[in-house]
């Protein structure tokens, strides 16, 4: 069965920091790029930070480039996602997602595999 189960979202304040975690089970993990994405209340669901699966290749939201960074490890078939200097606008839930191949394409309809979203809110 194939599995993305996404750990570490929550309430954090402006400002401050949080460490995403994404583990996957049931397939090929170094077949798949990884992306990590975020839907809002009335948004569209947007790439927020992908990665390829092993030349280390990476895309970026301009909203987050310099405060979040992604990397992964394709021997514990993790991929995180460091988040700092968190704003009230990085309040959504937040998915990541399987992509067949190397490139760390930013559209949601490029993924095949989906985890369940979990909910970060930045709020004082």
């Known amino acids: 069965e194939v599995q993305l189960q996404a750990s570490g979202g929550g309430l954090v304040q402006p400002g401050g920091s949080l460490r995403r975690s994404c583990l996957a089970s049931g397939f090929t993990f170094d077949d798949y790029a990884i992306g990590w994405f975020r839907q809002a209340p009335g948004k569209g669901r947007e790439g927020v930070s992908c990665i390829s699966r092993s030349d280390g290749t990476t895309y970026y939201h301009d909203s987050v480039r310099g405060r979040f960074t992604i990397s992964r490890d394709n021997v514990k078939n993790t991929v995180e996602l460091q988040m700092n200097s968190v704003k009230p606008e990085d309040t959504a839930v937040y998915y990541c997602?399987?992509?067949?191949?190397?490139?760390?394409?930013?559209?949601?309809?490029?993924?095949?595999?989906w985890g369940q979203g979990t909910q970060v809110t930045v709020s004082s």
């Open positions: 997602a399987g992509r067949l191949g190397n490139w760390p394409s930013s559209g949601a309809s490029d993924y095949v595999f």
